[in-house]
């Protein structure tokens, strides 16, 4: 009997200091959330994505490499003609290592090629840019509002000329597309279709 009173004494004293008093029935630790980069971290990202996308800055930034590499170029072209010059005299060449010249000409022309690539693609981005003012439609000015025309608008005539222009356009296109199919599926090609069909 004692020993049983003992026993129950135990394991009400080990319910009290057991972990369910510390913390409370049933409390548990909340996963933080995961940190996200703020601050300078942040802007450096997007600055570095902003360089990758724009050929403008990376050609700026490739303008200091490519000067780097010229120099390094001419010292070692020098290196190696002293070099040569020194065996073709029988004088005794350094016996340091000399770094080899079609490597640093291979990397020069290799930034030459990045350099030319950033080029030719903000060549063509400035084309597409003005030809999409060029020929694509502005705001028709409206009769009841009068104080918001703007100076280069278009009036309704010659938007509806642009308009009809465009559309002769878009169906030239997909008749040369559909000749270009039937051509290599060796199809017979189809009727083309009149004013009002669809594209």
């Given amino acids: 009997m004692a020993a049983s009173q003992q026993a129950s004494a135990a394991s009400s004293a080990a319910g009290v200091s057991g972990p369910g008093s510390a913390g409370g029935p049933g409390t548990q630790q909340q996963p933080q959330p995961p940190t996200q980069l703020v601050g300078p971290a942040q802007s450096g990202l997007l600055q570095q994505q902003q360089q990758d996308f724009d050929p403008v800055q990376r050609y700026k930034m490739l303008i200091p490499q490519l000067k780097e590499s010229l120099q390094t170029l001419m010292k070692v072209a020098a290196q190696n ?19 080899r010249f079609d490597k640093c000409l291979e990397e ?4 030459c090629d990045q ?7 903000a060549h063509e981005c400035l084309s597409q840019s003005c030809d999409s003012a060029k020929h694509s439609p502005t705001l028709v000015p409206t009769a009841t509002k009068p104080d918001a025309v703007q100076p280069d608008s278009l009036p309704y005539p010659q938007y509806l000329a642009v308009i009809k222009a465009q559309i002769a356009c878009a169906k030239d296109i997909h008749t040369a597309l559909l000749d270009c199919a039937n051509k290599v599926t060796g199809k017979t090609p189809a009727p083309p279709t009149g004013p009002g069909g669809a594209l």
């Fill in 81 to 99: 003609l002293i070099q040569n010059t020194n065996i073709d005299n029988g004088q005794k060449s350094s016996d340091g290592p000399i770094q």
């Fill in 115 to 121: 350099l030319e690539l950033c080029l030719r693609l």
């Fill in 108 to 111: 020069f022309y290799a930034l």
